[in-house]
Nanobody, 134 residues
Framework: EVQLVESGGGLVQAGGSLRLSCAAS????????IGWFRQAPGKEREGVSC????????YYADSVKGRFTISSDNAKNTVYLQMNSLKPEDTAVYYC???????????????????????????WGKGTLVTVSS
């Protein structure tokens, strides 16, 4: 059974930092793309950052570039999201997800491509709440 368990959320002041963790089980961790998504109240889900197991390539949403860093520890089956310089607009429930279809978050076919960090993934954790106060 695929399980993704997020931790590390909480309340932080603007400008502060948090590190989210996602412990994965039930699949071969280093075979698939994995990432972080978030959903703020009243807003659509957004892909925040993803990492490909195939080559370690990473994706970041424009809104978090330069502030967030994704990393993974294959020995611990865990993916992290280091969040620095947090802003009130980063307030959301953060979800970890895995794309069991692909080792890469970006897959190119003839004439089109799928970015799983924008499209969405197959299995999801229950989320962890991040609240950034102004």
């Amino acid at each position: 059974e695929v399980q993704l368990v997020e931790s590390g959320g909480g309340l932080v002041q603007a400008g502060g930092s948090l590190r989210l963790s996602c412990a994965a089980s039930g699949f071969t961790f280093d075979d698939y793309a994995i990432g972080w998504f978030r959903q703020a109240p009243g807003k659509e889900r957004e892909g925040v950052s993803c990492i490909s197991s195939s080559d370690g390539s990473t994706y970041y949403a424009d809104s978090v570039k330069g502030r967030f860093t994704i990393s993974s520890d294959n020995a611990k089956n865990t993916v992290y999201l280091q969040m620095n310089s947090l802003k009130p607009e980063d307030t959301a429930v953060y979800y970890c997800a895995v794309a069991l279809k692909s080792p890469a978050y970006l897959v190119r076919y003839s004439g089109y491509e799928i970015n799983y960090c924008e499209y969405g993934m197959d299995y999801w954790g229950k989320g962890t709440l991040v609240t950034v106060s102004s």
